[in-house]
């Protein structure tokens, strides 16, 4: 058995886990797929293989999905040590090496508990804040990330080890990161929505995947526990939230993943990294 616990803002972990899952069923594989959202979710049996997947905040894994992995049980000294394999899958929207060291943290916690970490994969998806990519690339990005996980999946299905090498600028960079932590969980209290615009449906406050959004007469109230995870300033349906500090980096609306790939035009913004990476796709996928 197969289990695969995702955390997905937005929906582009979920997309790229989804079709990991299609793929493993594809090659014979049972497999389950469940969300982690507030991070305290446990898992009903062990299965003999976990896929934890999760978007990269600030080239570092989300709190609630760390808390996840926290909450997982020790195997060790039982009859199921060393025999819960374990893959991370993750997502961004840079190709960058500085993201790197995303996993590491969890993978030590597992490995104390008595797991088999045998590695990661990393799928460059479009970016939900910061600035948008045009539909166009966001298609391209999906295409290769399908590509990819058709290889990946069979690395999973036959248990073999698939580890992305560290940089010394990835160390650097999560490390610095880690304030991302607590600075969201204080910059999330400062997020605003525009009344004029905000068509009250709600949907900030039931998708907030740590029930950080809470509205009362009319009025939203935002707590401390805010994940980063710009579900509700990117889904909002009339773009009524203004996210403190980062509102100059605020995405809005869903991308077209059914747009034309072949018109793409890769953005200067680390354009050597993403040709890298689609040639990559390309030549070895």
């Known amino acids: 058995m197969i289990e695969i616990r995702v955390f997905s803002g937005t929906g582009n972990t979920l997309k790229c886990a989804e079709r990991m899952k299609d793929r493993l069923m594809e090659l014979g594989e049972e497999c389950v797929l469940s969300l982690i959202e507030s991070g305290k979710e446990i898992l009903s049996a062990l299965p003999d293989t976990l896929i934890v997947g999760y978007p990269i905040h600030g080239f570092n894994m989300p709190y609630n999905v760390m808390d996840f992995v926290k909450g997982l049980p020790s195997v060790k000294g039982t009859p199921r040590e060393k025999s819960v394999k374990v893959y991370f899958l993750k997502s961004s929207g840079e190709p960058l090496r500085i993201n790197n060291n995303s996993s590491h943290a969890a993978a030590k916690i597992l490995k104390k508990k008595g797991y088999v970490v045998l590695g990661e994969f990393h799928y460059v998806m479009p970016y ?15 295409l290769a990330a399908k590509k990819r996980v058709v290889k990946d999946a069979e690395t999973i299905a036959r248990g073999e080890e698939h580890f ?3 940089t010394f600028g990835s160390l650097l960079a999560s490390g610095v990161c880690k304030v991302e932590r607590p600075g969201m969980r204080f910059s999330g209290r400062f997020f605003k929505v525009d009344e004029k615009k905000c068509v009250h449906c709600g949907k900030c406050e039931k998708s907030c995947p740590v029930g950080n959004i809470k509205i009362k007469d009319g009025k939203f109230t935002f707590g401390k526990m805010c994940v980063g995870c710009m579900r509700c300033s990117f889904l909002c349906p009339t773009d009524a939230f203004t996210i403190g500090i980062m509102n100059c980096m605020r995405v809005n609306k869903k991308y077209d993943f059914n747009a034309d790939a072949s018109k793409a035009e890769i953005c200067n913004y680390c354009k050597k990294s993403y040709e890298r990476y689609f040639l990559e796709t390309e030549t070895k996928y």
């Open 128 to 142: 939900n804040m910061i600035f948008r990519h045009t539909d166009e690339l966001a298609a391209k990005m999906y």
């Open 164 to 166: 992305i090498k560290r």
